[in-house]
C-alpha cells in the first residue's frame, strides 16, 4: 500500500535561499508551459515536451531533467482539470465557476510544491540529509527531521518522486513510501463504528468520541473568520488563510487519533472494524440554513479513510455496510421505527422495550449487519460447471 511521509527540512540560509528561487523558477516555467498548453491544445507529455524544452531551458535556467518534472506536472493538473470536469465537481458549463476554470490557462502559484525525481533528488537515510539540484547547483547535505517511525518507513519503503514544499517559511519534503501489506486475519467479530456530528464516532463496545471540544474550536474559527472577512485587508485574507489551514491540521489530528484507537482495539482483540457507508449524505438530507455549515465541515469521509487505510496497514478487516435505519432499528427484536428513537440521544424500542443511547444501539446494528456482511465475503465462489 502507499503512504505518504512528510519530513522537515532544515536547511542554512543560504540553502533556504537557493530552494526559494528553484520553486519559484520552476512554478513560473510550469505557468508558461500551461499557457503553451492552452493556447496549442496540446496537452500529452511527449508533444508538449517537445514544443517548449528548449525555450525553458533557455529562459528560466532549468537543467532536463526539472523541465522534464515541469512538463508533468503541467501535464497532471490538466489531466486532474478533465476528471474534476468529467466529475461534474466544478458545475454545468453554464456555470461560472466551470467557465473561469475551463476558460483560462492553469497558473501556478509562487510556492507550489514541485516534484523531483531520484535524478533530482537524492536521499542519505544514514545522515539523514538529503541533495537536491537548485538552479543555484546542487546542494547537499541538507538535514532533515521528522518522527522516529516516519524516518524508518521512509528509509525502508520510499519509492519513487519527492515534492518540495513551502508552507508558512518552512520547507518539508513529501515522499511516497510502498509498505508492504500485512495478510489479513479471520476475525473473531467486528468492532461497529457508528459516525456522527455530536459524537464522532460512537462504537458497538459503547466507547463513545465525542465531538464537542472540535465543535467549540470551529465555532470560535468561525467567529474569527467573521472578523477578519470584515476587514478586507491583504494581511487579513494572509491570516485568512492561516487560519484555515490550522483548522484543518486540527480537525486532521482528531480523526487520526479516534481511528488509530479503534484499530489497535479491534487488532489487540482479533476483531474487524465495520462503518456504516455513508457516500451522497450531504446529497439525501435537507437542512435548514442553520445546520448547512456544521454539515458541510462534517469530516466523516476523512475518518472513514483513516480507519480503512490503518485497518489494512495493521491487517485488520474492514468492511462498510449499509447505513439505512441503523439508529432505528432494535438489535434484539429487529423492530424498525422511527418512534424507537423519540430523541437524538436516546433510544427505545416499541415493542420489546430495548433502550439505551441511540449511538451505541446504532454501532450494535453496524456490527451485526458485519457479521452477515462478512459470510458472504469470504464464501468460497461455486466453480462452474
Not at 530552494?19 to 500529452?44: I, M, Q
Not at 478533465?82 to 454545468?92: N, P, V
Not at 466523516?300 to 491487517?315: I, M, V
Request: proline share 5%; glycine share 6%; with cysteine.
Amino acid at each position: 500500500m502507499k503512504l505518504v511521509m512528510q519530513v522537515k527540512l532544515l536547511p542554512s540560509p543560504e540553502q533556504a535561499a537557493a530552494l526559494e528561487a528553484t520553486l519559484r523558477a520552476c512554478n513560473r516555467a510550469a505557468t508558461y508551459v500551461s499557457s503553451v498548453a492552452f493556447d496549442s491544445g496540446v496537452k500529452d507529455r511527449n508533444g508538449l515536451q517537445k514544443l517548449v524544452y528548449a525555450d525553458i531551458k533557455a529562459t528560466f535556467g532549468l537543467s532536463a531533467q526539472p523541465v522534464v518534472r515541469v512538463v508533468k506536472k503541467v501535464v497532471d493538473g490538466y489531466g486532474a482539470l478533465a476528471a474534476q470536469a468529467k466529475a461534474s465537481l466544478l458545475g454545468t458549463p453554464a456555470t461560472k465557476r466551470y467557465r473561469k476554470a475551463m476558460g483560462h490557462p492553469i497558473a501556478f502559484r509562487p510556492e507550489a510544491a514541485q516534484p523531483f525525481d531520484d535524478r533530482c533528488l537524492s536521499w542519505q537515510p544514514d545522515a539523514r540529509t538529503v541533495s537536491i539540484w537548485t538552479v543555484d547547483g546542487r546542494m547537499k547535505n541538507i538535514r532533515y527531521t521528522g518522527a522516529a517511525d516516519q524516518l524508518k518507513v521512509l528509509a525502508e519503503h520510499r519509492k519513487g518522486e519527492s515534492d518540495l514544499v513551502q508552507q508558512g517559511g518552512k520547507w518539508f519534503l513529501i515522499a511516497t513510501c510502498e509498505v508492504p501489506e500485512p495478510k489479513t486475519y479471520e476475525p473473531v467479530d467486528w468492532v461497529g463504528v457508528d459516525r456522527g456530528i455530536v459524537n464522532l464516532a460512537t462504537t458497538s463496545d459503547a466507547v463513545n468520541y465525542q465531538g464537542r471540544g472540535l465543535a467549540r474550536y470551529r465555532n470560535w474559527c468561525a467567529r474569527k473568520r467573521a472578523e477578519l472577512q470584515k476587514k478586507n485587508t491583504r494581511s487579513a485574507t494572509r491570516r485568512l488563510a492561516r487560519r484555515t489551514r490550522k483548522e484543518h491540521c486540527h480537525a486532521t489530528h482528531v480523526n487520526h487519533c479516534i481511528s488509530r484507537e479503534i484499530v489497535s482495539v479491534a487488532q489487540r482483540t482479533g476483531r474487524g472494524v465495520a462503518v456504516e457507508e455513508l457516500d451522497g449524505i450531504r446529497e439525501r438530507v435537507r437542512l435548514r440554513r442553520d445546520q448547512r455549515g456544521t454539515i458541510s465541515s462534517w469530516a466523516f469521509h476523512q475518518l472513514g479513510q483513516h480507519l480503512a487505510y490503518k485497518a489494512r496497514r495493521a491487517g485488520v478487516p474492514f468492511l462498510e455496510v449499509d447505513a439505512a435505519y441503523t439508529s432505528q432499528r432494535c438489535p434484539r427484536c429487529g423492530h424498525t421505527e422511527k418512534a424507537n428513537r423519540p430523541t437524538r440521544d436516546h433510544f427505545s424500542c416499541r415493542r420489546c422495550g430495548l433502550a439505551g443511547p441511540a449511538d451505541v444501539v446504532a454501532g450494535v446494528n453496524v456490527r451485526d449487519r458485519a457479521r452477515s456482511a462478512w459470510v458472504f465475503v469470504t464464501m468460497p465462489v461455486p466453480a462452474p460447471t
